[in-house]
């Protein structure tokens, strides 16, 4: 991993694989380069994108619950276990996030009408019009975010991580 002349001077994790290879020259260490990387760029795009949630007194996980009683359309409802799989959050989790919107006023609860035991919960008029503010922000952010890239990258980036994850996920 010599640098050559005039290039940038190693990241972060080309110095992590560099002490790899001189420590186990044994192993394989090239997946770093990617999954080093991507993991390394989560965590600087979710502080990027918390920057936006913050101004809005929402936290990650409230900007998904909300998120997903957006999309769900009017009347902008859904069971507590159908927003903790569109969230990928345990029930009990869900039931805490639900619990601090319902005290912001965000959200509401209510018996679901065709089962007494369950419940419902949807967007309060104030939930609505915050998180529309706020998704309008966020999407700002996501373009600012982006925009260090060219037009033709992201769409390379998109379609190989699209293919990438679509063979994760699959059953």
């Known amino acids: 991993m010599e640098e050559e002349a005039g290039s940038a001077p190693p990241d972060h994790v080309a110095r992590i694989q560099a002490a790899w290879q001189r420590e186990r020259p044994d192993l394989d ?8 990387r991507l993991h390394r760029l989560a965590a600087l795009l979710t502080e990027e ?7 809005y007194g929402l936290g990650e996980g409230d900007f998904d619950v909300l998120a997903a009683l ?52 949807g967007l309060t008029p104030a939930g609505r019009d915050l998180f529309d503010r706020a998704f309008t922000d ?5 373009h600012r975010l982006l925009s260090t890239l060219s037009p033709k990258d992201a769409a390379t980036l998109e379609s190989l991580l699209t293919t990438w994850l679509g063979q994760l996920e699959a059953p």
């Open 70 to 121: 957006r999309r769900a359309g009017e009347p902008f409802e859904r069971a507590p276990g159908e927003l903790a799989a569109h969230t990928m959050v345990t029930t009990g989790a869900m039931s805490k996030r639900i619990d601090r919107l319902e005290r912001a006023g965000l959200v509401t609860r209510r018996r679901a009408a065709d089962d007494g035991r369950g419940r419902v919960v």
């Open 29 to 36: 260490v090239g997946p770093q380069a990617v999954i080093g």
């Open 138 to 142: 966020h999407i700002h952010n996501e």
């Open 49 to 55: 994108l918390s920057v936006v949630y913050r101004r």
